[in-house]
């Protein structure tokens, strides 16, 4: 079996993973992951006794193609895998996809976990249209991409009556949070979750003429965008 886990949104708040999923983490001793270090943290935060140097760790991202093949050497052997990514849910703005598609092709079980989804909850939160989103991933970081596709997204959004959600590198957000406040028209609503989960957890919801009023940091802290202009 694939056991596909999210893993917490922040590292303070390890009781947002359910029992079940804790249980089903612990009977595992292969995984594929993102990074190493963080991987082993979030076990150890799990289960302090966590077996870390009996598990087998096989990264999962563009350059370990051989790693993501051998999980069919596995699944033949009758071995059941998880698949951890670093933040929240795996194959969700997140890498994965490859090996749940090898599962798939072996005819093996593929078993999505409980957890928390960043993207989900920054929608749940908002106040804006839950019955049709779409998740558009980065928007450019460059000039005139980005200002473009605020306009495209924007319209999209105002014609389709549609949320748009997406993210960006924590340390651009403040960057992006002015562009947006700067592009998109007075009446259009934003939302911005940033650290889910955490202690210092914060989600603005405004429209951008209150957002030009506003005094919010963003800088480093991992959030999801949101907007509405329907």
């Known amino acids: 079996m694939l056991y596909i886990i999210p893993s917490a949104l922040s ?3 390890i009781n947002c993973i359910p029992q079940e999923t804790i249980d089903i983490i612990k ?3 292969i995984f594929y992951i993102e990074d190493l ?56 703005a997140d890498p994965g996809k490859d090996l749940i ?13 409980v957890g928390p989804n960043s993207i989900l909850m920054a929608l749940m939160a908002s106040g804006f249209n839950g019955q049709s989103f779409s998740f558009e991933g980065y928007l450019p ?3 005139p991409a980005l200002n473009q596709r605020i306009a ?21 957000n403040n960057q992006l ?5 700067e592009k998109l028209n007075p009446n259009t609503r934003l939302c911005i979750a940033a650290n889910l989960t955490a202690p210092d957890e914060l989600i603005i919801s405004k429209t951008i003429k209150e957002w030009k009023n506003t005094t919010a940091d963003f800088h480093k802290k991992p959030a999801v965008f949101v907007i509405f202009a329907g």
């Open 101 to 113: 598609e090898i599962a798939h092709k072996h005819n093996i079980e593929v078993k999505p976990l």
């Open 11 to 13: 590292t303070e708040n």
């Open 177 to 181: 949070k002015e562009k947006l406040i």
């Open 37 to 92: 270090r963080t991987a082993r943290r979030f076990l150890r935060k799990v289960d302090r006794t966590f077996d870390i140097d009996g598990s087998t760790f096989l990264m999962i991202n563009e350059h370990t193609k051989e790693d993501i093949n051998k999980a069919s050497v596995f699944f033949k052997q009758g071995k059941n895998i998880g698949l951890l990514s670093d933040c929240g849910c795996p194959a969700v």
């Open 152 to 172: 495209e997204v924007e319209n999209k959004s105002k014609n389709e009556r549609k949320t748009y959600l997406f993210i960006e590198t924590p340390y651009r």
């Open 27 to 29: 009977s595992l001793d």
């Open 141 to 143: 970081n460059k000039q």
